[in-house]
């Protein structure tokens, strides 16, 4: 798999039927090795690691419901009290972040309310803060770490 912009972590691997696995340490099993979860895993990875994040407080991969459709984020970072403090949107390496990325992202969060949002295809990472009352999001450097 590509090296990205996320340092390095290791992971446990599995092969079966010429099919390589990944072990998602949030959702505790193995999951398809994509290139989108190969960044997502990154992802979690650097939320724990680099940010300190509990893992209690991280979700991945869950089913939302935005405008009667069905669909699922990436990963979402909850605070102690139960909302929703960052969400994630992972993209595989080779898709170009774009109004479209970020259009996603917010339809999500018109749904979730998250204070922060972070939008990544492992190379380039874009982190906001949410201002609700303008209706927009702030670019930033980072995110803040987990305090």
């Known amino acids: 798999m590509q090296k990205l912009n996320f340092p390095t972590y290791s992971f446990r ?6 099919k390589v696995s990944i072990f998602d ?7 398809a090795l994509q290139p989108e979860e190969w ?6 990875q650097y939320l724990i690691n680099e940010k300190k994040y509990p893992k209690s407080l ?5 089913e939302l419901i935005v405008n009667n459709l069905k669909k699922r984020y990436d990963v979402v970072v909850f605070n102690p009290d139960g909302t929703i ?27 979730l309310n998250a204070s922060y949002l972070m939008v990544t295809n ?10 609700f009352e303008s ?11 987990y305090n």
Not at 88 to 104: G, L, P, R, Y
Not at 122 to 131: A, E, K, R, T, V
């Open 85 to 111: 403090h960052l969400i994630v949107e992972c993209k595989a390496s080779n898709i170009e972040i774009d109004q479209n990325t970020f259009d996603q992202i917010a339809r999500y969060n018109l749904v």
């Open 39 to 44: 960044v997502r895993q990154h992802c979690v």
């Open 13 to 18: 691997f599995k092969s079966n039927e010429n």
């Open 135 to 145: 209706e927009r999001y702030n670019f930033l450097k980072d995110i803040p770490d």
């Open 122 to 131: 492992g190379l380039n990472h874009y982190y906001c803060q949410m201002d």
């Open 58 to 62: 991280i979700n991945v991969e869950k």
């Open 25 to 31: 340490s949030i959702r505790k099993k193995f999951v």
